[in-house]
């Protein structure tokens, strides 16, 4: 599944791919999660993935409390406190992070977290990359959770393992959905 994926994203085009993130962009910025978060934690999208660049550089404007996912052992990530884009840096696999001095968020302090995936369904299942660095992060944190997927790789069929967490809203181009609770 995670290679049929990755080859559909490689097949999207990239006038779709621009036109749906800035749409996912204004999704999770008009968000009322998005709109009260004090403290926010998304991921830096990489190549294939959504550009998030407008997510964090808005919520930093906004002066909210900003953290993105540090690597520091195999399947474990902190988050950490950036203040720019510029306190980014190329760490594991190539993937920008906060330098080693970044102050640490704490799980309980994030109120909304941005969450990438590979692919997801529309009730909240998430195809991750398969390493389990977020399904252990956001098991310790009381946060909304958001998926952001484009339509066009999204899937029915994704599979899930007890250890998976459920996503509380799915947003791609064409919308937000709200699940469980929320």
């Known amino acids: 599944m995670r290679r049929e994926t990755k080859e559909a994203v490689a097949a999207l085009d990239e006038g779709y791919t621009k036109e749906?993130?800035?749409q996912i962009?204004?999704?999770?910025?008009?968000?009322?999660?998005?709109e009260q978060a004090e403290t926010l934690f998304c991921f830096v999208g990489t190549s294939g993935e959504i550009n998030t660049a407008p997510i964090l550089e808005e919520a930093l404007r906004?002066?909210?409390?900003?953290?993105?996912?540090?690597?520091?052992?195999?399947?474990?990530?902190?988050?950490?406190?950036?203040?720019?884009?510029?306190?980014?840096?190329?760490?594991?696999?190539?993937?920008l992070e906060p330098g080693?001095?970044?102050p640490v968020i704490q799980?309980?302090?994030?109120?909304?977290?941005?969450?990438?995936?590979m692919s997801c369904s529309y009730d909240g299942r998430r195809l991750?990359?398969?390493?389990?660095?977020?399904?252990?992060?956001l098991g310790g944190t009381r946060a909304?959770?958001?998926?952001?997927?484009?339509?066009?790789i999204m899937r029915a069929d994704i599979p899930m393992e007890?250890?998976?967490?459920?996503?509380?809203?799915?947003i791609s181009e064409n919308g937000v959905r709200r699940l469980g609770s929320q």
Do not use: W
Request: hydrophobic fraction near 35%; proline fraction near 4%.
């Open 25 to 34: 962009f204004r999704h999770v910025t008009g968000l009322t999660e998005y």
């Open 107 to 117: 799980p309980e302090e994030i109120n909304l977290a941005i969450v990438p995936c």
């Open 20 to 22: 749906a993130d800035l």
């Open 62 to 95: 906004q002066g909210k409390r900003v953290g993105v996912p540090k690597c520091t052992a195999r399947g474990i990530m902190e988050v950490r406190e950036i203040r720019s884009l510029r306190d980014l840096e190329a760490g594991k696999y190539g993937i």
């Open 128 to 137: 991750g990359y398969g390493g389990g660095y977020y399904d252990r992060y």
């Open 144 to 152: 909304v959770k958001a998926v952001i997927c484009r339509e066009r």
């Open 100 to 102: 080693a001095h970044a």
């Open 162 to 170: 007890p250890h998976d967490q459920m996503m509380d809203i799915v």
